[in-house]
């Protein structure tokens, strides 16, 4: 049965690695430039590390997001072209007559190839993933955004989860709707909506985010986008703590008494250069309140993401063999 799965997998298995080998010797390149110039921007003149930071996050963040996204879509063409044809392809051509009523059972069949087929599925998106991560890693260290919707879903072991996911999902609408084109078209779709929900609504509440008081000095000005003023109050814009998930896009500052920041009292400040006026405002003893998911969890919701990817594929698994077991004929 095994052999009988690798003689019918085998073209699909070289397409993979001719892809894999394709990927690892321009994720080669790539992180032998990215260590090069990493080491240029350790390197720096303090009056320069500015500049050289953005030019190092300007030459790599394209180039590293646009190989995020095909390891993030390498999980939704294997379910797409190896799980929903697996059992349609079988209906279509009638030959699962010939195979179902062997001395081995659809039962048998059907766990021999989701177990062989999803370590496969596993492993090709486990090695785009390692190479990835690797090679990524100085560009990571440096930029810090470890937490981002991309790089949290094409690093380390989460896409291991996608791909598990992926291929089962395809495999078990293939079982129901038994047409492969239309197969194909849910297990896509389903699978973008899920990797659209994950991390946009579900991610955040795994763990409990933390929110605390930061003081704001000019540190704080130089982990956010942009200060603003109005009637209002005084707003700091996309504060980031180092390497922490910022859950917090924008925030009022406030005076030591929780009292909002006014715009007279900013224009008190007002000394003419830009330096003088943030040291005004720094000695007022200013705030402003941050919720976010420190550095630390990052590991916790890698594995936490990995094994509900997991579950969830067990559960689609056990209702794939209830289905072919009871409903199909």
Known sequence: MIWLTWRQFRAQALVAAAALAAVAIYLGYLGSRIRDDYAGVLGCQPSDCITARHAFDDAY??????????????????????????????????????????????????????????????????????????????????????FGAVSFASRNVVPLGYAAFAFVLGTVIGLIVRRTLLAMALALAVFAVVQLIVPNVVRQHLMTPVTSTVAFDEDAMSRSDA??????????????????????????????????????????????????????????????????????????FQWIELSVYLVVTLLLAAFGFWWIRYRSS
């Open 61 to 146: 963040t394209g180039q590293l997001s646009m190989v995020g996204l095909l390891l993030v879509a390498t999980p939704a063409l294997i379910g797409v072209f190896w799980g929903a044809p697996l059992i349609t392809r079988e209906l279509e051509e009638k030959t699962d007559r010939l195979v179902w009523n062997q001395s081995v059972t659809r039962t048998r069949w059907l766990a021999t190839k989701l177990v062989f087929l999803t370590l496969a599925g596993v492993a090709v998106t486990g090695l785009f993933s390692l190479l990835l991560t690797w090679n990524a890693s100085r560009y990571d260290q440096f930029i810090g955004n470890r």
């Open 227 to 300: 200060f603003g003023m109005n009637e209002r109050g005084a707003t700091i814009v996309g504060y980031t703590m180092p390497g922490a998930w910022s859950l917090t896009g924008e925030a009022k500052v406030l005076n030591a008494d929780g009292t909002p920041y006014t715009l007279q009292q900013a224009q008190a400040c007002q000394k003419g250069l830009p330096l003088e006026s943030m040291a005004c405002m720094a000695g007022q003893n200013l705030h402003f309140s941050y919720t976010y998911q420190p550095a630390d969890r990052y590991w916790p």
